[in-house]
């Protein structure tokens, strides 16, 4: 039976719920409402992934329309919905993901399904085949398939990578979106893996790795003979990533960063296995992803202060220029379109509005507002963000960011990114604004390490966790602690994963600078953390001795730069939030370091979420965190 529901029935309760705002950690700790939505291929309706009720759910809609359907609902709110595709116009291949605990590690495996648009004719993507025999029992409960490709020209099938017990890897296979039918395309043997296809489903590109090395292979159409592209160093050598192939299948276009500090996209000659120039680029930034679309390069994505999209066709540059220009006053870009592209969504944010969907019908020159990320903040008065300047003092330009409350002088919270290979901007940032909602000035740096802005920035990350990284931080600082808007006296560091632990380093380098310390999935052992990930995988702990280093033979510097070998420099109070189903930072780093802590008659607060993950992906759990970050706030940083 069809579930249809008004979006504006939605939307009227919550925002009568949000006239009875609880507190700041029930508004601004809720999760996009909506997100990742895609147009069907012949424009008649859209998809996204939605919270409803706490819950993830796939819902559609027509295009243009806010009436929904949900065609698919999760049961545990730890679950994750990871991707939603077209197969057709009317029926979706949803990846969604659930963390299990395997070998000593949480994991997440996915499982995949196929449905109608309107939710029914559900069927479990899964290689039953594969798994007759008893003794593979446990393989077969945690099988987990990931899509491949869309399969644009065929009506009935997609591709997937499913792990096969015969061949001891993850192997591509063509499945029958509506009979759950495997027929094996090629073997992932021999631990190779990473398969790019083409539109028409020709296996054109994996990998295989070997220790250190990753080389790169290429099979013609036509062919059974893999040859090496290229081989690659994974602890330090140039991106090399490929894309498509050109139609004369001489060339194929890369995303590399070959004789140059960023990256850009580039012919490659398959016969001479050599780099030419580049196709396209961005000055003095890497282009961050390729957007590929019937197996062609249709566009490319880069970040500045804010995440930009560029087209390559001259039609989709018009769109996206008008859609530039139709939102003035918003950052605004085309995230999905229709076959022929008449029909788009756009995603239209700025630094203090929630991002929205919009719906654009170019043949009828139509557009619709669809919903907003945050509807329950829509109506708050939200602060603006500013980009800003600093210079390390070994001299080392930053670009970073600085959201000031209309209370002044305000306390400060220093806000340093996860990662740390990743980087921060002036995008719509809920935990951004619920700092300042509390009347808290936010800094947000791109300290060296950080993504975006070149290798040799990137780099210069490597082995300093708690040092070079570090001082970058606690130099912004210093320089914005001049700035009159500012309470110098009254500040406190928070982070999550990576800018958990610099939370942590500061709390025992700069222990009398600051108020408070927070730490959500945060790092209190380098060593223990690279063991880890070493035991979890060979080439995973080959790159982190690499970028923080070896626990085997640095292992004093690396506790030097840990929290739980520096407990009797702690002097200040520290909040520990950790999920016990995180995937990526054992929540054992949070624990161990509470009961040192708390031994040593430290100041220290500690809030484990049984079903909590890394990024905290069920609702009520986030609204804990945030709780438990505004109740700590207010004790140890009161703003008046």
């Known amino acids: 039976m069809k579930n249809h529901v008004l979006i504006t029935i939605i939307f009227f309760l919550l925002y009568a719920h949000s006239c009875f705002a609880q507190n700041n950690a029930q508004l601004f700790g809720n999760l996009a409402m909506v997100s990742d939505v895609s147009v069907s291929p012949d424009g008649s309706s859209i998809a996204a992934k939605m919270i409803y009720e706490g819950m993830p759910t796939v819902v559609t809609a027509p295009f243009g329309s806010t009436e929904i359907a949900f065609a698919a609902k999760l049961k545990d709110p730890a679950d994750r919905i990871e991707s939603i595709d077209w197969v057709n116009k009317n029926r979706l291949f949803i990846t969604a993901s659930r963390p299990e605990f395997i070998n000593g590690f949480y994991v997440r495996l996915n499982t995949a399904y196929a449905v109608n648009a309107d939710g029914s004719d559900l069927v479990v993507i ?28 065929d009506d009935q099938h997609v591709q997937v990578l499913a792990y096969d017990p015969r061949d001891l890897g993850y192997s591509v296979f063509k499945v029958n979106v509506y009979t759950n039918s495997f027929e094996k395309i090629a073997s992932g043997a021999g631990d190779r893996t990473d398969f790019i296809s083409d539109i028409n489903g020709n296996i054109l590109f994996s990998t295989i790795t070997k220790k250190n090395l990753t080389t790169i292979y290429y099979k013609a159409i036509g062919s059974e003979q893999w040859v090496d592209l290229k081989t690659l160093d994974i602890t330090g050598d140039i991106t090399f990533q490929p894309v498509s192939v050109s139609d004369d299948g001489k060339s194929i276009l890369v995303k590399t960063d070959f004789d140059s500090n960023f990256d850009y996209i580039a012919k490659f000659d398959i016969a001479e296995k050599r780099i030419g120039d580049k196709l396209f680029s961005v000055d003095g930034h890497d282009i961050d992803n390729v957007i590929i ?19 390559i066709s001259p039609q989709q540059i018009e769109y996206n220029n008008k859609v530039k220009a139709l939102f003035k006053n918003r950052h605004s870009y085309i995230t999905s379109s229709s076959k022929d592209g008449q029909r788009v969504v756009v995603y239209s944010e700025t630094d203090h509005n929630p991002g929205r969907y919009y719906t654009i019908d170019f043949a009828t020159k139509k557009a619709d507002f669809w919903l907003s990320q945050y509807p329950l903040l829509e109506q708050q008065q939200l602060a603006p963000v500013q980009p800003i300047d600093v210079i390390s003092k070994d001299g080392q330009p930053m670009r970073g960011y600085l959201t000031l409350p209309k209370n002044k002088p305000a306390p400060l919270i220093v806000f340093p990114h996860g990662g740390p290979h990743a980087r921060d901007a ?17 800094l947000q740096v791109n300290f060296r390490g950080s993504s975006g802005y070149g290798n040799d920035f990137l780099q210069q990350g490597y082995k300093q966790w708690g040092l070079k990284m570090q001082d970058d ?11 009159p808007a500012i309470d110098k006296n009254k500040s406190c560091v928070v982070g999550a994963s990576y800018g958990g632990y610099s939370a942590l380093v500061a709390s025992f380098q700069r222990p009398q600078q600051f108020n408070c310390f927070i730490s959500i999935s945060g790092i209190s052992d380098l060593a223990a953390m690279v063991k880890r990930d070493t035991e979890y995988s060979e080439q995973l702990g080959l790159y982190m001795k690499t970028a923080v280093g070896d626990y085997n033979t640095e292992s004093d510097k690396l506790n030097a730069v840990s929290a739980l070998y520096q407990i009797d420099k702690i002097q200040q109070p520290i909040l520990l939030v950790h999920g016990v189903k995180d995937t990526r930072v054992s929540f054992k780093q949070s624990l161990e370091l509470y ?15 049984e079903n909590g993950t890394h990024f905290f992906d069920e609702e009520a759990d986030r609204k804990q965190a945030f709780a438990a970050m505004e109740q700590f706030l207010n004790r140890y940083l009161p703003v008046h």
Do not use: C
């Open 126 to 153: 899964e290689n039953k085949a594969a798994y007759k025999k008893q003794e593979s029992a446990f393989v077969r409960n945690n099988q987990s398939i990931g899509l491949l490709n869309d399969l644009i020209h």
């Open 293 to 311: 679309k019937n197996g062609q390069l249709v566009g490319y994505g880069y970040t500045k202060d804010f995440y930009e999209r560029t087209f």
């Open 473 to 483: 931080l606690m130099d912004a600082v210093d320089q914005v602690r001049k700035n």
């Open 595 to 609: 009961n040192k802590l708390k031994s040593n008659d430290k100041v220290v607060e500690y809030l484990e979420l």
């Open 426 to 442: 002036m995008g719509f940032d809920p935990f951004v604004q619920f700092f300042a909602a509390q009347g808290y000035a936010v």
